[in-house]
């Protein structure tokens, strides 16, 4: 039987093992990683051959369609199944019209993902050995150039590595150098930025990416078309303005008719790079906030402290507070609360529910305090809520 490579990612270490556990008891010889995050998982995803991603639909920094979405370019044989919850259930949807394999719905079952696994097991059964072994040939051969690429950049020797074939493959070309300036390690800004301009200068022409350092790429692109390099740059900055959470620069050069030219361009670009303005898009900050309420109704029981929820997002806790009210109107505290409360109404709707149950699944261990904020915003207390709702004889939700 073909061992599958799966990459598990959800923010939940219980779902997380809880996945782990059931398949390894039912596929001992698969081999399994795990990510607490999309930066973590990105980084799952270049270094490993994965096969297979169980990811949450809504996690910190960006949703699980977002993450396939800038992934498949570079990772295009990799199959994609959602875990999400109902009310999540329209992402779902979309996913599966993204070109998902499937999705999972809390809580999950045992018996459905073992059956998901089997599936996708046969599947890759069907797809020969061959074919991933060159799969993995080709992403080794890309890391070796990417890091001779560097060392001959910086001037540093490469010994007897033949650059001729390189510069035959382009005789004329145009450099592409996207820098981010931001004050910690940005591993899923880079994968995007990477799969994003790898995408374009396929479309576009032919060329490579290659990581420069910690916060530049450089594309190499020969354009198909009388070298005009405006559709491209028009549409990258685009697609970073959406995905990125940190500012960006988009720099080209002119033509280049010989590759030896390339590391003094590198260079040039790079000094231009002090003077220039970062961009970053108003519709990131929208973005952000969005994300935030969507986290907040998909995680009522757990920590929405206003510290938590701004490093969903990938925010300063004071600037979230501030762009929270901007955007929506209403304080951080009071929105939690208010939606907190709203679902207790609904979930007070069910009679099988004790009060303390209600409190908990909001978020709320301390029954007092609960009822407390439950009066404050609607004038009865939890009790006298639910018995009017029978008396008035409303449906049961």
Same mark, same amino acid.
Do not use: C
């Given at each position: 039987?073909?061992?599958?490579?799966?990459?598990? +990612? @959800?923010?939940?270490?219980? /779902?997380? &093992? %809880?996945?782990?556990?059931?398949?390894?008891?039912?596929?001992?010889?698969?081999?399994?990683?795990?990510?607490?995050?999309? @930066? #973590?998982? +990105?980084?799952?995803?270049?270094?490993? &051959?994965?096969?297979?991603?169980?990811? @949450? /639909?809504?996690?910190? %920094?960006?949703?699980?369609? !977002?993450?396939?979405? +800038? &992934?498949?370019?570079?990772?295009?044989?990799?199959?994609?199944?959602?875990? &999400?919850?109902?009310? #999540?259930?329209?992402?779902?949807? !979309?996913?599966?019209?993204?070109?998902?394999? @499937?999705?999972?719905?809390?809580?999950?079952?045992?018996?459905?993902? /073992?059956?998901?696994?089997?599936? +996708?097991? !046969?599947e890759l059964r069907r797809d020969s050995e061959q074919t991933r072994e060159a799969r993995e040939l080709g992403s080794n051969i890309k890391y070796l150039r990417e890091a001779v690429f560097q060392r001959w950049v910086a001037g540093l020797d490469i010994g007897n590595f033949d650059m001729k074939p390189l510069s035959d493959e382009y005789p004329s070309f145009n450099l592409i150098m996207v820098k981010m300036d931001a004050d910690r390690q940005v591993h899923l800004e880079h994968f995007i930025i990477e799969n994003v301009m790898s995408e374009l200068i396929e479309r576009f022409g032919h060329g490579f990416v290659v990581s420069y350092d910690a916060q530049s790429l450089i594309g190499v692109v020969s354009m198909a078309d009388d070298n005009n390099l405006s559709p491209l740059l028009t549409e990258l900055k685009t697609h970073l303005r959406k995905y990125l959470r940190v500012p960006f620069q988009v720099m080209h050069s002119g033509l280049i008719l010989d590759f030896r030219n390339v590391p003094a361009e590198i260079r040039r670009l790079r000094q231009a790079s002090d003077t220039q303005v970062y961009e970053q898009d108003e519709r990131g900050s929208d973005r952000a906030i969005e994300t935030a309420i969507q986290y907040i109704k998909s995680h009522f029981r757990e920590d929405l402290s206003l510290e938590k929820v701004a490093s969903v997002v990938f925010l300063n806790p004071v600037y979230f507070s501030q762009l929270f009210k901007q955007k929506t109107g209403q304080g951080y505290k009071d929105f939690v609360i208010q939606l907190r409360m709203e679902q207790a109404k609904r979930l007070l709707h069910n009679p099988s529910l004790k009060l303390a149950e209600v409190a908990e699944r909001i978020g709320y261990q301390d029954m007092r305090h609960f009822s407390q904020l439950f009066r404050k915003r609607f004038n009865v207390t939890p009790t006298e809520f639910r018995q009017q709702e029978i008396v008035q004889g409303e449906p049961i939700q």
């Open positions: 039987m073909t061992a599958m490579n799966i990459l598990i +990612v @959800d923010d939940e270490n219980i /779902i997380r &093992s %809880g996945i782990k556990r059931t398949i390894q008891n039912r596929f001992p010889n698969y081999r399994i990683w795990l990510a607490a995050s999309p @930066d #973590e998982a +990105v980084q799952q995803l270049r270094n490993e &051959s994965i096969d297979l991603v169980l990811s @949450d /639909i809504m996690m910190p %920094g960006m949703t699980g369609l !977002e993450l396939m979405k +800038v &992934s498949k370019p570079q990772h295009p044989h990799v199959r994609w199944v959602f875990i &999400s919850a109902k009310s #999540e259930f329209a992402y779902a949807q !979309e996913a599966l019209r993204l070109g998902a394999r @499937d999705y999972l719905l809390k809580p999950i079952g045992k018996e459905r993902v /073992i059956e998901l696994i089997e599936l +996708v097991g !046969e």
